[in-house]
């Protein structure tokens, strides 16, 4: 398939997804979902010229790839989510099956690694923000979002600072 058949399905998605009710990030995760679908679905040789040519097989063959690679659970329900979306979008809701269909694991809600970099040599970090975001990070035990958008002038107290508890996740 060409860059100009995956550009015409793409184009169906963005004129799909439109009608939605999303916020931009989930516009802008859906249409990067979709996008990748659609490539994926042309390596395995399908051609599709617009999104309301995808059928079950497609999202079977889709499915399956993405347990072969050893995708995680909630990136494969992510995955079917937008597809499920889309095609719901253009009356079509059988082309998606429910997540137990598929047979996909149960969503892990917890990390078995820990992702935390340690021994970091601030000295060679020459932006000063992201030297204070990566020392929060450090000395808080914050993510990166919430290091990212940390006000110090509404967290300072004088003899401590407050950390905002709406909105991050706890550890």
């Given amino acids: 398939m060409s860059n100009k058949a995956i550009e015409s399905t793409y184009h169906t998605v963005a004129k799909t997804l439109a009608q939605a ?59 079917l989510s937008a597809l499920r979306r889309v095609t719901e979008l253009s009356g079509r809701n059988e082309v998606v099956k429910k997540n137990t269909d598929y047979v996909i694991a149960s969503r892990k809600y917890y990390s078995e690694n820990s992702k935390a970099v340690h021994d970091i040599d601030f000295d060679k970090i020459t932006d000063p923000y992201v030297k204070a975001s990566l ?8 993510r990166r979002e919430e290091s990212i958008k940390f006000k110090p002038h509404q967290a300072d107290e004088g003899l401590g600072i407050r950390f905002k508890v709406l909105g991050q996740k706890v550890a």
Avoid at 54 to 64: A, E, G, P, R, T
Avoid at 135 to 142: A, I, N, V
């Fill in 21 to 79: 009710r999303l916020s931009y990030q989930s516009l802008g995760d859906y249409k990067g979902i979709l996008r990748l679908s659609v490539e994926q679905l042309n390596k395995m040789g399908f051609i599709l010229r617009s999104i309301d040519q995808l059928k079950q097989k497609h999202v079977d063959k889709l499915v399956k790839s993405w347990q072969d690679n050893k995708l995680s659970s909630g990136t494969i329900k992510n995955r």
């Fill in 135 to 142: 020392e929060l990070q450090k000395e808080f035990g914050l």
